[in-house]
Nanobody, 125 residues
Framework: QVQVVESGGGLVQAGGSLRLSCAAP????????MGWFRQAPGKEREFVAG????????YNADAVKGRFTISRDNAKNTVSLQMNSLKPEDTAVYYC??????????????????WGQGTQVTVSS
């Protein structure tokens, strides 16, 4: 079992920035692809950004390209999501997830085995 814990959410004005962090203690973290997803009220959970286990490959959803950056530090067992130029439509609960069987990562929630509890991000207009 891998425990995944997010932090860093909050309230920000449109155009502002937030940095989300995710911690996943354990020796196996370096072998897991990691992803960020979000879910707004009344909507399905959607992919935001992903990063391969090695950190050598990252990929973003079209809605956040050029604004969000995912990174990881395998020495510290953490993954981060830097969010810039935030828009009201970015408002959602953001979830960090770990994929134990797909080192390259995936945009599909079903590929991820372990999920955090989520952190709220609210962008005011």
């Amino acid at each position: 079992q891998v425990q995944v814990v997010e932090s860093g959410g909050g309230l920000v004005q449109a155009g502002g920035s937030l940095r989300l962090s995710c911690a996943a203690p354990g020796r196996t973290f370096r072998y897991y692809a990691m992803g960020w997803f979000r879910q707004a009220p009344g909507k399905e959970r959607e992919f935001v950004a992903g990063i391969a286990a090695s950190g050598g490959r990252t990929y973003n959803a079209d809605a956040v390209k050029g604004r969000f950056t995912i990174s990881r530090d395998n020495a510290k067992n953490t993954v981060s999501l830097q969010m810039n130029s935030l828009k009201p439509e970015d408002t959602a609960v953001y979830y960090c997830a770990a994929a134990s069987t797909i080192s390259s990562g995936s945009i599909y929630p079903r590929a991820y085995d372990y999920w955090g509890q989520g952190t709220q991000v609210t962008v005011s207009s």
